[in-house]
């Protein structure tokens, strides 16, 4: 069994103020999702942020969560913009399909904007996974996708002001 990086909350405190950070959610699997933006917001509070430097948008479905992003970066105003979700196994394969889509397009967006999108979309089995993974039970997706934001605000932070991009 992988072993998980540390939860803690990093130091941000030094530039928290100036911070501003998106939030993608979705309509299905409501109960899912929202207790993994609560764990979310909570998070980021907790890290020196405050409500008006989140910046919250709804779309209808996992699979409108990369666009929603871009929607959210062509504003040019986010540090990082966290996608939150969830996709349940079905009967058939759709499942499959979204979530390659959809992770492929959120890696794309953050490659291509140099902005941290974070990929905060559960793929379990069944609902029962889920709950457990956004309650704290066997995880708090919502809580580590916060974390990971500020750990690659602060990589993008330490390494400067980047003289030429690569390829993009």
Known sequence: MAKHTSLEIPDISSFAEDLKIGIVDTEWNPEIVHSMKASTMQTLIMAGLNTVQLHEITVPGAFELPLGAK????????????????????????????????SGAIMQLGIMSDVPIIFGVLTPNNEDQAKERADGTKGDKGREAAITALKMILLKRSLGKQKKKIGY
């Open 71 to 102: 929607f959210l970066l062509e504003s040019g105003r986010h540090d990082a913009i966290i996608c939150l979700g969830c996709v349940i196994k079905g009967e058939t394969s759709h499942d499959q399909h979204i979530n390659r889509s959809v």
